[in-house]
């Protein structure tokens, strides 16, 4: 089994910390092997040193469902610290905040895609760092779907939000200390940054290989295999099909009352999909979109990780549900993570053009071929910044 590095800097001396005021970025999932909650841990370790609590989008216990769904500040009755939500009525910490703080450290499971906004939370945080001269200490955590694989376009700047602030492909291969580094250097930030690597974590490692527990990190992310289609099955989050919230299995399933399952399969044929089978079904959802109403679709199984291409796919089964369903299929409208105006695929998709070429039939691996030089310069960039062979 890994050993995280929540667990690495209990284990340590820690002289380094001596007197410092520590503030905590995280949510329930932040456990450690035993699943013992790391605030708790170190409130036993630094005592009144751990001054402040952080929770990201969803809330500290991951209680809120949806986007755009506010958490307020509040106290933590275990520890009797004050959690500030950094996905309220502000997504930035104040100086107010950080005036509780000399150090602040992170320690948050990310799902590793682009979309994802515990990634943002955790830039924001860094730039206050920077702002108000505190120190910022990643605590690192596995990439559930592994650091070896990069997937998608470059997110382009006219499509920046909060569910992409940099020009990242959608499935970007590193850790949560990489990201911290990366994004730290590359963007200027400079914020006072150091990294706890785990010990034992190795880039082919998917999340079930680490031998670590599984806790789920927001409320549609129950199992590391919700993570391994997650990069391309968020796409449905931009459209009025259902994917899958309000069922058991979020984003493994995907459909809406007028899809017809073979003729779908049928226009799936044309594009190589490896590593993955889709299973048709009929599911209910019980809350959003369709909730109470019979949807045709499936449930996206995946069958060999090491090839899978979940962006890949789910785009190839957008352009198939466009083609088929001209007059029943939609666009979700704004607003969508705080962005009123511009169209929420579009943020997702991190670039408009994309969204073009789908809706006028240009080939899912055409479209592909389009931004392999830039995702191969950003492979090449993000090798700067591994800390993992």
């Given at each position: 089994?890994?050993?995280?590095?929540?667990?690495?800097?209990?284990?340590?001396?820690?002289?380094?910390?001596?007197g410092?005021?520590?503030?905590?970025?995280?949510?329930?999932?932040?456990?450690?092997?035993r699943?013992?909650?790391?605030?708790?841990?170190?409130?036993?370790?630094?005592?009144?040193?751990?001054?402040?609590?952080?929770?990201?989008?969803?809330?500290?216990?991951?209680?809120k469902?949806?986007?755009?769904?506010?958490?307020?500040?509040?106290?933590?009755?275990?520890?009797?610290?004050?959690?500030?939500?950094l996905?309220?009525?502000?997504?930035?910490?104040?100086?107010?905040?950080?005036?509780?703080?000399?150090?602040?450290?992170?320690?948050?499971?990310?799902?590793?895609?682009?979309?994802y906004?515990?990634?943002?939370?955790m830039?924001?945080?860094?730039?206050?760092?920077?702002?108000?001269?505190?120190?910022?200490?990643?605590?690192?955590?596995?990439?559930?779907?592994?650091?070896?694989?990069v997937?998608?376009?470059?997110?382009?700047?006219?499509?920046?939000?909060?569910?992409?602030?940099?020009?990242?492909?959608?499935?970007?291969?590193?850790?949560?200390?990489e990201?911290?580094?990366?994004?730290?250097?590359?963007?200027?930030?400079?914020?006072?940054?150091?990294?706890?690597?785990?010990?034992?974590?190795?880039?082919?490692?998917?999340?079930?290989?680490?031998?670590?527990?599984?806790?789920?990190?927001?409320?549609?992310?129950?199992?590391?295999?919700?993570?391994?289609?997650?990069?391309?099955?968020?796409?449905?989050?931009?459209?009025?099909?259902?994917?899958?919230?309000?069922?058991?299995?979020?984003?493994?399933?995907?459909?809406?009352?007028?899809?017809?399952?073979?003729?779908?399969?049928?226009?799936?044929?044309?594009?190589?999909?490896?590593?993955?089978?889709?299973?048709?079904?009929?599911?209910?959802?019980?809350?959003?979109?369709?909730?109470?109403?019979?949807?045709?679709?499936?449930?996206?199984h995946?069958?060999?990780?090491?090839?899978?291409?979940?962006?890949?796919?789910?785009?190839?089964?957008?352009?198939?549900?466009?083609q088929?369903?001209?007059?029943?299929f939609?666009?979700?409208?704004?607003?969508?993570?705080?962005?009123?105006?511009?169209?929420?695929?579009?943020?997702?998709?991190?670039?408009?053009?994309?969204?073009?070429?789908?809706?006028?039939?240009?080939?899912?691996?055409?479209?592909?071929?389009?931004?392999?030089?830039?995702?191969?310069?950003?492979?090449?960039l993000?090798?700067?910044?591994?800390?993992?062979?």
């Open positions: 089994m890994i050993q995280i590095g929540l667990e690495r800097l209990l284990d340590s001396e820690h002289t380094f910390l001596a410092k005021r520590l503030g905590l970025l995280s949510n329930q999932a932040s456990t450690d092997s699943l013992r909650h790391g605030r708790l841990l170190l409130q036993e370790k630094f005592g009144s040193q751990l001054t402040c609590l952080f929770s990201p989008q969803h809330g500290f216990f991951s209680e469902q949806d986007n755009m769904v506010e958490s307020s500040h509040q106290i933590d009755q275990r520890t009797g610290l004050p959690i500030f939500s996905y309220g009525e502000s997504r930035q910490p104040s100086e107010e905040m950080f005036e509780r703080l000399d150090v602040l450290l992170i320690d948050i499971v990310d799902v590793g895609t682009r979309v906004t515990f990634l943002y939370t830039a924001y945080c860094l730039e206050a760092a920077a702002r108000y001269g505190k120190k910022v200490i990643v605590l690192d955590r596995p990439n559930p779907v592994g650091g070896l694989e997937e998608g376009n470059i997110l382009r700047p006219e499509c920046s939000s909060f569910v992409g602030l940099y020009p990242l492909p959608m499935r970007h291969g590193l850790t949560f200390g990201l911290a580094l990366y994004i730290n250097s590359e963007f200027a930030i400079g914020a006072d940054l150091e990294i706890v690597p785990m010990q034992g974590w190795q880039r082919r490692m998917l999340f079930r290989d680490t031998g670590f527990p599984w806790v789920f990190p927001s409320p549609n992310m129950p199992t590391p295999d919700t993570a391994m289609v997650y990069p391309g099955q968020v796409l449905w989050e931009g459209t009025n099909i259902s994917e899958g919230r309000g069922t058991t299995l979020p984003f493994e399933l995907v459909g809406a009352p007028f899809w017809q399952c073979e003729d779908i399969l049928e226009r799936l044929a044309a594009t190589p999909m490896p590593g993955c089978s889709f299973r048709p079904l009929v599911f209910e959802p019980t809350s959003g979109k369709w909730a109470q109403t019979a949807c045709a679709g499936f449930q996206l995946v069958t060999d990780a090491a090839v899978f291409k979940p962006y890949r796919t789910s785009l190839a089964l957008l352009q198939a549900v466009i088929l369903y001209p007059e029943e939609q666009y979700k409208e704004p607003p969508y993570e705080y962005e009123h105006e511009r169209l929420p695929m579009d943020l997702i998709l991190g670039d408009a053009t994309v969204r073009n070429m789908i809706e006028d039939g240009v080939p899912i691996v055409q479209i592909e071929e389009g931004w392999q030089q830039e995702l191969e310069e950003f492979n090449q993000r090798r700067i910044y591994f800390l993992y062979d």
